[in-house]
């Protein structure tokens, strides 16, 4: 009897520890794949749009936001402008996507002197306000979260604000520096309302804004921070896009972005700024926040040598589709629409189709293509804050059930192969259909040579713990065995056990 006992003992103590094992490997696995939920988005587009139901209802409503060159900032409009693209210091385009109220600022709401608001780039100024506004959009009080590891992550380009200075006024000389780097603009945001996460500004160039919130999440799993802003910021202070833009020949003559279309003949110049809240699905859910849709899985890769600095890789392309993918745990056939890039030049648009095709073509069930969209045909490419502004559309687009059109689309390009790749530009808007939760990816490709692509998934309505079923009760019995059938009975338990990897460990029905 007592090497009957010892054995039971030995038998429970390795179940248990088999059972503990497999939870911290599950714990681990998911923590590293855990969604990342969106509770709070705060968005400025061309076009009045204000916030992101504003620019839902832009998309939605098919609206072309693009307009003609501003007449706050000092430009001088009519010099400015040449047909000839070789002309030096003129633009032969005179539209793009342009703020309305760019350059206003509330400095005395955030305790900021009229001199040192005037020395802070717009950029600046902006990403504070939308900040602030996108948390209070999450119901977030921001003034709670002072002394919280919260981060921020902030799309930023070089700021052209201070260029426009000959001299330096006095006054300024103190701020001028500060108010217009780059690492200001989200150190700022964390000064101001106290965080301390890790704060970071992010600059690939076109992007910018969907690496800024790949690291995010990132940090979030990692858990470096429990909450966090991200999102990116483009505001052109001066003319100098559309002059060097021109001498390169990259711009559509009339501001639009024909994303996928025939008449494709470069892309529109747009600003913009958007910011999302972040936490950890589990976290969210804990805190009782709203999850607006939820971030599977993402990816960032580089192009490496390819043929050009400037110039997209298809095959590049694939992998951070397919490393996304990977990170979000579903298949390409799963994944409904992509919002592509998408600008409308002639070289990147058949490549990244091509790339979609390669990924997520291949897998496509007859009559169920991948739906192609493109927000810069309603707004503009607004660089820095491209990737974002896309997310926030196809949020809402996940919650509404609408897939929006794609403007400007009339006639897909020629130079695709669109038959039998499995892809279909969304030439009309469409209710959402999926035999699954929806998915969509989202990609932005940098000129720098840096791509990103993101997969969200609709919110949960609501929290699911995942479960796997348990055998009832084992057939082992343990009294009135011998010692060499106790070892024989142990031996045969172990390896019931490991061949189920996927068992919940919990009852195994013992009788004494």
């Not at 699905?281 to 009782?288: I, M, N, P, Q, Y």
């Not at 030049?345 to 990924?359: K, M, R, Y």
């Not at 490709?445 to 309505?461: C, D, M, R, W, Y």
């Amino acid at each position: 009897m007592p090497n009957d006992e010892k054995l039971l003992t030995e038998l429970k103590w390795m179940t248990t520890e088999l059972r503990r094992s497999r939870r911290r490997l599950v714990e681990v696995e998911d923590a590293a794949h855990e969604p990342v939920a969106i509770v709070g988005m705060g968005a400025r587009f061309p076009g009045g749009v204000g916030s992101a139901e504003d620019l839902w209802r832009l998309v939605a409503d098919g609206v072309d936001a693009v307009g003609e060159f501003p007449v706050d900032r000092g430009w001088d409009v009519d010099a400015l402008y040449d047909p000839d693209p070789d002309v030096a210091g003129k633009s032969y385009v005179r539209s793009g996507g342009f703020l309305g109220d760019a350059l206003e600022f509330d400095a005395e709401f955030f305790g900021i002197s009229p001199r040192e608001a005037v020395a802070m780039d717009p950029q600046q100024r902006q990403l504070l306000e939308v900040a602030w506004e996108t948390l209070e959009h999450a119901g977030i009080d921001p003034a709670t979260l002072r002394g919280s590891q919260t981060g921020v992550f902030a799309g930023v380009l070089q700021s052209d604000y201070a260029t426009r200075l000959h001299t330096i006024p006095a006054d300024l000389e103190g701020y001028l520096d500060n108010g217009n780097m780059a690492s200001t603009a989200s150190g700022r945001i964390a000064y101001t309302l106290g965080l301390e996460g890790p704060t970071l500004s992010v600059d690939t160039a076109c992007s910018s804004s969907l690496v800024a919130l790949n690291l995010a999440v990132r940090a979030l799993r990692n858990q470096d921070c429990g909450l966090a802003l991200a999102g990116g910021v483009t505001i052109m202070c001066t003319p100098a896009t559309f002059t060097s833009l021109s001498r390169q020949r990259a711009l559509a003559p009339d501001g639009r972005c024909r994303a996928f279309a025939e008449d494709a003949d470069g892309f529109g110049a747009a600003e913009g700024v958007g910011f999302l809240a972040l936490e950890r699905l589990s976290d969210a859910r804990r805190h009782g926040h709203e999850v607006l849709a939820v971030i599977r899985g993402s990816a960032v890769n580089q192009d490496g040598a390819s043929n050009g600095l400037t110039a997209p890789n298809g095959p590049a392309q694939q992998r951070v589709i397919e490393a996304a993918l990977a990170d979000a745990r579903v298949g390409a056939a799963d994944v409904d629409v992509v919002e592509a890039h998408g600008t409308g030049t002639s070289l990147g648009d058949p490549i990244e189709v091509q790339a979609l095709q390669a990924v997520y073509g291949a897998q496509r069930s007859p009559g169920r293509p991948l739906w192609l969209g493109s927000l810069k045909s309603n707004v503009g490419h607004a660089q820095a804050a491209a990737g974002v502004g896309a997310v926030i559309k196809m949020v809402q687009a996940l919650r509404a059930g609408i897939l929006p059109r794609t403007l400007h689309a009339g006639n897909p390009s020629s130079k695709i192969e669109w038959s039998g790749g499995g892809v279909e530009l969304l030439q009309e808007a469409r209710a959402w259909e999926s035999e699954g939760p929806r998915l969509a990816g989202v990609s932005s490709f940098g000129i720098s040579g840096t791509n990103a692509h993101v997969i969200l998934e609709q919110a949960p309505e609501v929290e699911t713990v995942e479960s796997v079923e348990v055998a009832g009760s084992l057939p082992f019995l343990v009294s009135g065995r011998t010692p060499d059938a106790l070892r024989d009975q142990a031996a045969r338990l172990r390896e019931y056990v490991l061949a189920r990897p996927e068992m919940a460990l919990g009852d195994l029905g013992f009788s004494l």
